[in-house]
Nanobody, 114 residues
Framework: QVQLVESGGGLVPYGGSLRLSCAASGSIFGLNAMGWYRQAPGKQRERVAIITRTGSTNYGDFVEGRFTISRDNPKNVNLQMNSLKAEDTAVYYC?????????WGQGTQVTVSS
């Protein structure tokens, strides 16, 4: 089993910043891509950013250079979010790929006040 522990969500004013972190543990041999997704009320879950084991990154179009995903070690992934907008309000989920199987964190709420 794979466990994912997320942290860093909260309430932030428009234009502010937050840093999300996710730590993976358990059966993580073969851990490859790590990433963040989000889901706002009434909307489908969408990809925010992913980073592979080799450091390649991919971002959702809406990011527009405001967010940066990073891995400070093979088991941890961070998402630095700057210039936050009200439409960034959502539950953010950590996701990892282990040997082609996807695992999800419990989610952390990010609320941007306008």
């Amino acid at each position: 089993q794979v466990q994912l522990v997320e942290s860093g969500g909260g309430l932030v004013p428009y234009g502010g910043s937050l840093r999300l972190s996710c730590a993976a543990s358990g059966s993580i041999f073969g851990l490859n891509a790590m990433g963040w997704y989000r889901q706002a009320p009434g909307k489908q879950r969408e990809r925010v950013a992913i980073i592979t084991r080799t450091g390649s990154t991919n971002y959702g179009d809406f990011v527009e250079g405001r967010f940066t995903i990073s891995r400070d070690n093979p088991k941890n992934v961070n998402l630095q979010m700057n210039s936050l907008k009200a439409e960034d309000t959502a539950v953010y989920y950590c996701n990892v790929d282990v040997f082609g199987r996807s695992y999800w964190g419990q989610g952390t709420q990010v609320t941007v006040s306008s």
